[in-house]
């Protein structure tokens, strides 16, 4: 079950774990963290196992049928065991959005393909380094009467 980090931000454990979603530079987390405490529409969740914080999901939702990942890490020594798949299953399961998105580099489009993902190229949208948009979108129902 993700477990609300917001309160929870000033923790070693919650800062190293948000450092792996974003550009390896100190002043990119400062500023990741200082948007998830001034943005209310910005939520941090977190999954735990053992009482270890294992990772993390960051997302913005606004009430609407649209859900933006901001950020999804696992601590390395717990990857590809699906706790990044869980903590985007369990976003489903608790808000019920028609398009959850996320943008991200190359090296999470795999990730993001493999959970169910839409990945489309947008281009390079800084020197050198291309970015991906990837969509799921709710399947709709196609019974027939």
């Known amino acids: 079950m993700l477990i609300n980090l917001k309160s929870r931000i000033e923790e070693p ?14 002043d990119h987390l400062k500023r990741a963290l200082k948007q998830y405490v001034e943005q209310d529409e910005l939520h941090l969740a977190g999954y735990e196992a053992e009482e270890q914080l294992i990772g993390l999901i960051g997302y913005e939702y606004t009430g609407t049928s649209v ?18 798949r869980g903590m985007i299953s ?13 943008e991200t580099e190359l090296d999470a489009v795999e990730f993001y393909r493999n959970t169910g993902f839409v990945v489309y190229s947008l281009g390079e949208l800084y020197p050198g380094v291309e970015r991906f948009r990837c969509v799921l979108e709710k399947e709709e129902d196609t019974d027939e009467e």
């Open 13 to 26: 454990e919650v800062q190293e774990l948000l450092s792996y979603s974003v550009f390896p530079d100190p």
């Open 67 to 84: 859900i933006t990942i901001q950020h999804i890490a696992v601590l390395p020594e717990n990857r590809l065991k699906n706790y990044g």
């Open 90 to 102: 369990q976003l489903l399961e608790k808000y019920n959005p028609d398009t959850l998105m996320a």
